[in-house]
């Protein structure tokens, strides 16, 4: 096995039982898929249960595809599509780093980043679209396979944004007179 094919290896087998753990709890974690949904709807994903549940079983599914190499480019859009929408919705107001208050994009981006590389370079040799690339080409790499990667996971993000995301207008903010009036009379 070359190096490149270890490499494909290593980063599929981390990020895709990575995104397993995090599908997972979202359906079993403490809160339950009730939790999720409540969280996913508090960031204006209408219905919450409806995206808690999608998103606990494509982490789950393209997770579990990624880590065997298993329809990779797709399983790697996927899996960019869902740190898209979690970028927008829950990170991005919160600036770059992830230990900030409210946890910042970084991760989702470095999840996303490397999903496209993954797309890019291929499942390698160690894979299952690698095994059955005899009979049924899957083993996209390359600008098809980056294209195939990038494209599910921004067009998928954007068509699920579009549909379902009606994020929670802020609170006007009350005149200066009504501020003064409600501090004083309390």
């Known amino acids: 096995m070359e190096a490149v094919d270890t490499a494909a290896l290593v980063l599929r087998?981390?990020?895709?039982?990575?995104l397993v753990a995090h599908?997972?709890?979202?359906?079993?974690?403490?809160?339950g898929i009730q939790g999720?949904?409540?969280?996913?709807a508090s960031m204006g994903l209408r219905p919450g249960i409806v995206?808690?549940?999608?998103?606990?079983?494509?982490?789950?599914a393209a997770g579990l595809g990624l880590a065997a190499g298993f329809l990779t480019?797709?399983?790697?859009?996927a899996i960019i599509g869902i740190m898209v929408v979690a970028g927008i919705t829950a990170h991005r107001k919160n600036g770059f780093f992830v230990f900030k208050p409210g946890q910042g994009y970084e991760y989702v981006l470095m999840i996303a980043?490397?999903?496209a590389a993954i797309g890019i370079m291929?499942?390698?040799?160690?894979?299952v679209d690698h095994g059955i690339d005899q009979w049924i080409p899957l083993?996209?790499?390359?600008?098809?396979?980056?294209?195939?990667?990038?494209l599910l996971g921004v067009v998928g993000s954007a068509l699920l944004l579009a549909g379902a995301w009606r994020p929670n207008r802020p609170e006007p903010a009350a005149p200066a007179a009504d501020k003064a009036t409600a501090s004083t009379s309390s």
């Open 73 to 77: 480019s797709i399983s790697a859009g």
């Open 13 to 18: 087998v981390v990020v895709g039982l990575t």
């Open 122 to 127: 291929g499942p390698g040799v160690a894979s």
């Open 113 to 115: 980043c490397v999903c």
């Open 139 to 150: 083993e996209w790499s390359g600008w098809t396979g980056g294209l195939v990667t990038i």
């Open 51 to 60: 995206h808690a549940w999608m998103s606990g079983l494509i982490e789950i």
């Open 23 to 31: 599908g997972y709890n979202h359906i079993f974690g403490p809160g």
């Open 36 to 40: 999720t949904a409540r969280w996913f």
